[in-house]
């Protein structure tokens, strides 16, 4: 079974401050992408980024960076110099892709999310 | 290009009615997943169709809700009779066809229902 675990429920910090969300996942397939997706006021979720399995280099979007780790099954987000903009829901989740074979590929398993508020 | 659209974006409805949710998804999506979101807890998988054919089923709570495909496009969500512990919020999403490419894997998603059954 696979399982996301985000302990942060609630993370409330000040403008510019940086920011790190943690994710730890649990799978038994050696084969698995990772997501961020982020839930702003208006209800949808939007994809910031997946990351598959075999592919640990860390990868940066302007202020966002992502930072893989298989040996201790964490995919952490980091927001740098946060902005009243990023308050939001943000998920972790872990799928089994497509191509990896089973019954159940391509759903998602999703971490409980974590409340990200920025104050101004 | 249009995203997932689902509407009523909120239902309010007593306990023992029926409630239908509807999903468009993006144009050309074959696969189409509904979940749901209870109380602050995390999202949970219900099901997965794959154009019209139902892939994966597992997450369906019991046998008051029913999801159609009709002709692969929209979907819809039917709960009945509705009881208190289904409310929460429905999100649907969709994604490309089979295959091992980026975008193939990645679901969109709208912005879902909140249902109330009171």
């Known amino acids: 079974a696979q399982k996301v675990t985000q302990a942060q429920t609630e993370i409330s910090v000040v403008e510019k401050e940086d920011v790190t969300l943690d994710c730890v996942y649990e799978?038994?397939?050696?084969?698995?992408?990772l997501f961020w997706y982020k839930q702003p006021p208006s209800g949808e979720l939007v994809f910031l980024i997946r990351?598959?399995?075999?592919?640990?280099q860390n990868e940066i979007s302007g202020r966002y960076s992502w930072n893989f780790q298989k040996s201790t099954s964490s995919f952490n987000f980091t927001i740098t110099a946060s902005q009243v903009v990023d308050s939001a829901v943000y998920f972790c989740?872990?799928?089994?892709?497509?191509?990896?074979?089973?019954?159940?590929?391509?759903?998602?398993?999703f971490g409980q999310g974590t409340i990200l508020t920025v104050h101004p | 290009e249009a995203g997932v659209t689902q509407f009523p974006s909120h239902s309010v409805i007593e306990k023992g009615q029926t409630v239908t949710l509807r999903c468009d998804p993006i144009?050309?999506?074959?696969?189409l997943y509904w979940y749901r979101r209870v109380m602050g807890k995390e999202i949970k998988f219900l099901l997965h169709?794959?154009?019209?054919?139902?892939?994966?089923e597992s997450g369906m709570p019991n046998n008051r809700f029913l999801a159609e495909r009709t002709g692969g496009t929209y979907s819809t969500l039917k709960v009945q009779p509705a009881e208190l512990e289904d409310s929460g919020v429905y999100f649907c999403?969709?994604?490309?066809?089979?295959?091992?490419?980026?975008?193939?894997?990645?679901?969109?998603f709208g912005a879902g229902t909140r249902l109330s059954v009171l």
């Open positions: 144009s050309g999506h074959d696969n």
């Open positions: 169709f794959v154009k019209e054919s139902k892939q994966d």
């Open positions: 799978t038994r397939d050696t084969t698995y992408y």
């Open positions: 999403a969709s994604s490309q066809g089979l295959g091992s490419g980026l975008a193939k894997n990645i679901q969109y």
């Open positions: 990351r598959n399995s075999f592919d640990e």
């Open positions: 989740a872990l799928s089994t892709p497509f191509f990896a074979g089973g019954t159940s590929y391509g759903k998602l398993t």
